[in-house]
């Protein structure tokens, strides 16, 4: 098989929303910016989007959500997202050739979840061997179209994983197991960020006059930080959202959030001492959680007036002092008022997204999804272009210009800039939106 290679200069589907990081170092020149950095953070955006999508969409057919059709859309969508995306590097059919093959992902993923519901183990396996083709012949189309760079045997058996990562979520989600299953679904997050790096690394390699080497150690630090806060944002969807359904599993979904406040109150710790990170730790409790908490508690009562006040308090007061912490942090690296927007959209996407959800209005509430999850890589864009700008040395390449592809798990010459990782890690946990509340709705 082959596909035409008709390589555009500048990606030509960026999928960034404009905000924040469109005010902050917007410099050709960052290495946060580079034309391989943006290759991956782009493929970065769309996989874990898809990734997001599938378990979620899952998890509303099972439980015959009225959302479920609205998510299926949206996982449909995601995939449509791909193929310019591709066809700026490969050409339209090559493109083409990417959707087709993704959409067996998409079909099966769904058929999987219905045949568990109904307990139909024929339309199971069909499902699975639907799902086994995508693995095949994706795996193939990556190594075909890298001409290797990405080996077709190392495509194959990360695809592999990441398809388990999702199907053993739904099962342990099905038994019951919510701790184990959210355990898959963040481990399973984590993966799928690794597709990035690999992908765009190979495509840099063949086409090295148009892509810088994405994987730097800047580039792996936007990548990081870029999966926090997506992350994050996913978290904090299914987590508003079974709680205001009371589903069996909010408190495991919160325990999901609560995993990354903690791995960020340690890192806190690491770099600036344990009692910075209890003072965090109060901060993020008391003055943003309790909040949010608050405005799902109102809007399950159908309290309106205490909605506004907790929907005021996040997108006003509680934005503007972050915003006033980040532009600090970074030394007006981040433009106050700048930020202060950029963290304004973030909370205004979260509660719009729920509000709209709770109405009934499911198509709104997943077009708001996926804008506001693409904020988030707005928001890494910003805050680890004006990082790596204070913090220059931390970020110094000192690996050879291009090392092979080892597969979609990563790629060899990832850096460990692991002490700039958890200074963002905590200003990026500031600017997200986690619900640690404790609310069940009123059963009927």
């Known amino acids: 098989m082959k596909w035409k290679k008709i390589l555009l200069p500048v990606l030509g589907a960026a999928i960034l929303v404009p905000g924040m990081a469109t005010n902050v170092l917007a410099d050709e020149h960052s290495p946060t910016e580079t034309t391989g950095v943006e290759l991956r953070a782009t493929l970065d955006s769309l996989l874990s989007e898809h990734y997001a999508l599938a378990v979620d969409s899952m998890m509303k057919i099972y439980d015959e959500d009225e959302a479920a059709e609205a998510a299926i859309a949206a996982l449909d969508a995601n995939a449509a997202d791909m193929e310019p995306v591709i066809a700026s590097v490969y050409g339209e059919e090559g493109g083409a050739a990417f959707v087709e093959i993704f959409d067996k992902h998409n079909t099966g993923t769904d058929d999987y979840a219905e045949a568990v519901k109904n307990g139909d183990d024929a339309m199971k396996e069909e499902a699975l061997d639907e799902i086994q083709s995508f693995v095949d012949d994706m795996g193939a189309f990556l190594g075909t179209a890298t001409e290797g760079n990405l080996p077709e045997d190392g495509a194959t058996a990360a695809l592999r994983e990441h398809e388990d990562f999702v199907q053993n979520t739904f099962d342990l989600y099905v038994e019951g197991d919510y701790v184990a299953a959210y355990t898959s679904y963040l481990d399973g997050f984590t993966q799928i960020f690794g597709?990035?790096?690999?992908?765009?690394?190979?495509?840099?390699?063949?086409?090295?006059?148009?892509?810088?080497?994405?994987?730097?150690?800047?580039?792996?630090?936007?990548?990081?930080?870029?999966?926090?806060?997506?992350?994050?944002?996913?978290?904090?969807?299914?987590?508003?959202?079974?709680?205001?359904?009371?589903?069996?599993?909010?408190?495991?979904?919160?325990?999901?959030?609560?995993?990354?406040?903690?791995?960020?109150?340690?890192?806190?710790?690491?770099?600036?001492?344990?009692?910075?990170?209890?003072?965090?730790?109060?901060?993020?409790?008391?003055?943003?959680?309790?909040?949010?908490?608050?405005?799902?508690?109102?809007?399950?009562?159908?309290?309106?007036?205490?909605?506004?006040?907790?929907?005021?308090?996040?997108?006003?007061?509680?934005?503007?002092?972050?915003?006033?912490?980040?532009?600090?942090?970074?030394?007006?690296?981040?433009?106050?008022?700048?930020?202060?927007?950029?963290?304004?959209?973030?909370?205004?996407?979260?509660?719009?997204?729920?509000?709209?959800?709770?109405?009934?209005?499911?198509?709104?509430?997943?077009?708001?999804?996926?804008?506001?999850?693409?904020?988030?890589?707005?928001?890494?864009?910003?805050?680890?272009?004006?990082?790596?700008?204070?913090?220059?040395?931390?970020?110094?390449?000192?690996?050879?210009?291009?090392?092979?592809?080892?597969?979609?798990?990563?790629?060899?010459?990832?850096?460990?800039?692991?002490?700039?990782?958890?200074?963002?890690?905590?200003?990026?946990?500031?600017?997200?939106?986690?619900?640690?509340?404790?609310?069940?709705?009123n059963q009927q």
């Open 195 to 441: 597709a990035g790096g690999a992908i765009s690394g190979a495509i840099a390699t063949q086409f090295p006059d148009q892509f810088s080497d994405p994987n730097t150690p800047a580039g792996d630090f936007r990548s990081t930080v870029n999966r926090i806060a997506a992350e994050h944002f996913a978290l904090a969807q299914l987590s508003m959202t079974k709680g205001y359904t009371g589903s069996d599993d909010f408190d495991f979904a919160d325990w999901a959030q609560d995993q990354n406040t903690e791995e960020f109150r340690a890192a806190l710790a690491t770099v600036y001492g344990e009692e910075a990170s209890n003072e965090f730790v109060q901060l993020w409790n008391n003055q943003h959680i309790s909040v949010q908490g608050d405005l799902v508690i109102a809007v399950a009562a159908d309290d309106q007036a205490a909605a506004d006040e907790a929907t005021n308090t996040l997108t006003s007061t509680f934005a503007t002092d972050l915003g006033t912490f980040l532009n600090t942090a970074t030394e007006d690296r981040m433009p106050l008022d700048d930020t202060i927007a950029g963290v304004t959209a973030h909370e205004t996407s979260v509660i719009d997204t729920f509000q709209q959800y709770v109405s009934g209005d499911y198509t709104t509430s997943y077009e708001t999804y996926r804008s506001g999850y693409a904020i988030m890589f707005d928001i890494g864009k910003g805050l680890s272009g004006a990082v790596v700008d204070q913090f220059p040395e931390k970020f110094e390449n000192t690996s050879p210009e291009k090392m092979p592809a080892t597969g979609l798990g990563g790629t060899a010459n990832q850096s460990n800039t692991m002490v700039l990782w958890i200074t963002l890690s905590m200003m990026i946990l500031l600017a997200a939106g986690t619900i640690t509340y404790r609310q069940t709705k």
